[in-house]
């Protein structure tokens, strides 16, 4: 219970930030990590092949996708969550729609409308039938 948390820990760096009082009507993409404070209405997501971490803010809104490793929201997000490594949804928080994630933190006050998806590490392997020669 107390202690260090097991699992990979989200970067402590926050190298970009969207500003209170600024609206951004596009995507984002971005590496290392996030700081929403103000208004994106577009996708939110992380360069390929990084994890990357991204923060919602208690004043900021997103209205598109996330898909980010490490996701934490204490604000508004209307659109689907995709967080491949971690989820954190503190008291403040409010998602409509869909939520993916493979650890999950949940604080009392957090709102989800929509469904929980747990992601398990384990790929899918296809097999395939030997021939006979």
Do not use: C, W
Not at 48 to 53: A, M, P, V
């Amino acid at each position: 219970m107390f202690g260090v948390k097991k699992g990979k820990t989200p970067p402590n760096s926050i190298d970009s930030l969207i500003g209170a009082g600024t609206r951004i009507d596009g995507n984002v993409t971005f590496s290392g990590g996030l700081r929403v404070d103000g208004e994106v209405h577009g996708n939110i997501s992380s360069e390929s092949g990084e994890q990357g971490t991204v923060v919602i803010s208690e004043k900021a809104s997103v209205e598109g996708s996330i898909s980010v490793g490490h996701v934490v929201i204490n604000g508004t997000v209307i659109g689907p969550v995709f967080a491949g490594e971690s989820l954190e949804l503190l008291p403040a928080a409010r998602v409509t729609g869909d939520v993916e994630y493979h650890q999950i933190e949940m604080q009392q006050g957090a709102v989800i409308q929509g469904r929980l998806v747990h992601q398990t590490s384990v790929k899918a392997v296809e097999l395939k039938l030997a021939t006979s020669n």
